[in-house]
């Protein structure tokens, strides 16, 4: 019998999107549910970032059990097929094969469990506030569903005192059961490098909060069975600040040489040259990239749920917001210099095709939340430009939250007569598997945001770096 379940919708809130997709996964020795909305346009990538922890418990000898309520992908996975493109299908099908995972679309199952880990979005609202409701509707999914004894992980990126207080209180007033007295609470933040072979789950330490001093415990047996080093720290509070502070740290820093670029390139002064003789310092400095602006499901959001919370305590998070504007500003600062660049071939922006080269927030996934290149294309088309992108690995746009009026346009294809009909092309993301030097000998005109372009041969005035 199946131990450890990893659900991946919050029921009462599946019906708020047409397109809505879920996956989920269940692992034996411990009961784990592992809970997850997932709206249009975190699909397939937040899957991955699951998955990745199901193979790690599933390796450790742990029988898994997937739970989906779109019927397709459960014939998919039992049938050893992989429907989430950075999951091999061999990865699927051995684990079918040796009988250590299946798939199923019946929720009673939940009962089953002895362990349930929520990993839902923390999105912010039209007011730029933190909104857990995804959090909160899915403990209430849950709380029917708890028996005593059984461990609830909170996962999702959260200002402090949301596992302690507003997923507690659901979960109380639901089960009728008492948080460390019938069930155990804990929180422990997901950590993922998406894009990274060298970033495995198991090797990367996890940083646990209890309810209780018995919850961390109970905590630290799940985890541990897939996690080589965990890191215990005295509550759920200090783990859900633990994540802000990694996340506003990047925030920040990267805030920090957007700006440099801005003071440097007045200059005449390459930020990308004296960053990489910076990083040459073995001590005392890290290397942080400028760039188009902030993408992805973490840094553009996570630091203002500490901005938000910090005000019920009378404190004003001044850097965090202050990183926030110099990053939302480079969206425009690119057009800015695009439009430079167009002046200098005599073309206005009205009117000029302008190709995005790489709509996935970083390079080499196809993860494209929040990513700023729907930004550039907003701003482009907003100045009369004909725009299009080209992104090998989104082929084609999926229904956004953000950006639903970009769902189904395609990526332009890569030749020579394509690129070289557009008047500039912008690298917003700078993929591996692009071939710069066809882009160089192909266009005349390149605003580089990336420090694509450094090494390749290029002629005088085309590369602009912005």
């Given at each position: 019998?199946?131990?450890?379940?990893?659900?991946?919708?919050?029921?009462?809130?599946?019906?708020?999107?047409?397109?809505?997709?879920?996956r989920?996964?269940?692992?034996?020795p411990c009961?784990?549910?592992?809970?997850?909305y997932?709206?249009?346009?975190?699909?397939h990538r937040?899957?991955?970032?699951?998955?990745?922890?199901?193979?790690?418990?599933?390796?450790?000898?742990?029988?898994?059990?997937?739970?989906?309520?779109?019927?397709?992908?459960?014939e998919?996975?039992?049938?050893?097929?992989?429907?989430?493109?950075?999951?091999?299908?061999?990865?699927?099908?051995?684990?079918?094969k040796?009988?250590?995972?299946?798939?199923?679309?019946?929720?009673?199952?939940?009962?089953?469990?002895?362990?349930?880990?929520?990993?839902v979005?923390?999105?912010l609202?039209?007011?730029?506030?933190?909104?857990?409701s995804?959090?909160?509707?899915?403990?209430?999914?849950?709380?029917?569903?708890?028996?005593?004894?059984?461990?609830?992980?909170?996962?999702s990126?959260?200002y402090?005192?949301?596992?302690?207080?507003d997923?507690?209180e659901?979960?109380?007033?639901?089960?009728?059961?008492?948080?460390?007295?019938?069930?155990?609470?804990?929180?422990?933040q997901?950590?993922?490098?998406?894009?990274?072979?060298?970033?495995?789950?198991?090797?990367i330490?996890?940083?646990?909060?209890?309810?209780?001093?018995?919850?961390?415990?109970r905590?630290k047996?799940l985890?541990?069975?897939a996690?080589k080093?965990?890191?215990?720290?005295?509550?759920?509070?200090?783990?859900?600040?633990?994540?802000?502070?990694?996340?506003i740290?990047?925030?920040?820093n990267?805030?920090?040489?957007?700006?440099?670029?801005?003071?440097?390139?007045a200059?005449?002064?390459?930020?990308?040259?004296?960053?990489?003789?910076?990083k040459?310092?073995?001590?005392?400095?890290?290397?942080?990239?400028?760039?188009?602006?902030?993408?992805?499901?973490?840094?553009?959001i996570?630091?203002f749920?500490l901005?938000?919370?910090?005000?019920?305590?009378?404190?004003?998070?001044?850097?965090?917001?202050?990183?926030g504007?110099?990053?939302?500003?480079?969206?425009?600062?690119?057009?800015?210099?695009t439009?430079e660049?167009?002046?200098?071939?005599?073309?206005?922006?009205?009117?000029?095709r302008?190709?995005?080269?790489?709509l996935?927030?970083?390079p080499?996934?196809?993860?494209?939340?929040?990513?700023?290149?729907?930004?550039l294309?907003?701003?482009l088309?907003a100045?009369?430009?004909?725009?299009?992108?080209?992104?090998?690995?989104?082929?084609?746009?999926?229904?956004?939250?953000?950006?639903?009026?970009?769902?189904?346009?395609?990526?332009?294809s890569?030749?020579r007569?394509?690129?070289?009909?557009?008047?500039?092309?912008?690298?917003?993301?700078n993929?591996?598997?692009?071939?710069?030097?066809?882009?160089?000998?192909?266009?005349?005109?390149?605003?580089?945001?990336?420090?694509a372009?450094?090494?390749?041969?290029?002629?005088?005035?085309?590369?602009?770096?912005?």
């Amino acid at each position: 019998m199946p131990r450890v379940i990893i659900l991946a919708v919050a029921p009462r809130q599946v019906f708020h999107f047409k397109h809505c997709e879920c996956r989920g996964w269940f692992v034996k020795p411990c009961k784990l549910i592992k809970k997850e909305y997932i709206h249009e346009n975190s699909s397939h990538r937040a899957g991955l970032r699951r998955t990745s922890l199901v193979a790690s418990i599933a390796r450790s000898g742990v029988t898994v059990l997937g739970l989906d309520i779109d019927p397709a992908k459960v014939e998919s996975l039992n049938g050893g097929r992989s429907y989430i493109k950075h999951i091999s299908p061999e990865t699927i099908s051995e684990a079918v094969k040796a009988r250590t995972f299946s798939a199923s679309g019946d929720f009673s199952r939940i009962r089953e469990v002895e362990a349930v880990i929520i990993c839902v979005p923390t999105p912010l609202n039209k007011n730029r506030e933190p909104d857990i409701s995804f959090i909160v509707e899915t403990g209430k999914a849950i709380a029917p569903h708890l028996t005593k004894g059984t461990l609830v992980v909170l996962e999702s990126t959260t200002y402090p005192d949301t596992t302690d207080e507003d997923l507690r209180e659901v979960l109380e007033a639901g089960s009728k059961l008492k948080a460390g007295t019938d069930f155990h609470l804990a929180f422990s933040q997901e950590r993922e490098d998406p894009g990274n072979a060298q970033s495995k789950v198991e090797i990367i330490p996890k940083v646990i909060g209890g309810y209780t001093p018995a919850c961390l415990e109970r905590a630290k047996a799940l985890y541990g069975r897939a996690i080589k080093t965990l890191v215990p720290v005295s509550s759920c509070r200090a783990a859900e600040a633990t994540k802000l502070l990694e996340n506003i740290f990047r925030s920040v820093n990267i805030a920090l040489v957007n700006e440099l670029k801005l003071v440097y390139g007045a200059m005449g002064i390459d930020v990308w040259e004296v960053i990489q003789a910076a990083k040459t310092k073995p001590f005392g400095f890290m290397a942080f990239y400028p760039g188009p602006g902030l993408g992805g499901h973490c840094i553009p959001i996570d630091p203002f749920y500490l901005t938000w919370k910090a005000r019920e305590y009378g404190q004003h998070t001044r850097f965090i917001e202050l990183a926030g504007e110099i990053n939302t500003a480079m969206s425009a600062h690119v057009v800015n210099r695009t439009a430079e660049a167009l002046n200098e071939l005599r073309k206005p922006m009205k009117g000029s095709r302008v190709l995005v080269l790489g709509l996935a927030y970083k390079p080499n996934v196809d993860d494209d939340r929040e990513s700023p290149s729907y930004v550039l294309l907003e701003l482009l088309k907003a100045q009369g430009a004909d725009v299009a992108y080209y992104d090998p690995y989104v082929p084609v746009i999926r229904v956004t939250r953000e950006h639903p009026h970009w769902a189904g346009t395609r990526s332009v294809s890569w030749n020579r007569e394509t690129l070289q009909s557009f008047d500039a092309v912008i690298i917003a993301t700078n993929h591996q598997v692009i071939n710069y030097q066809e882009l160089a000998d192909w266009s005349a005109c390149i605003v580089d945001t990336r420090n694509a372009m450094a090494g390749v041969k290029v002629k005088p005035r085309q590369v602009w770096k912005a």
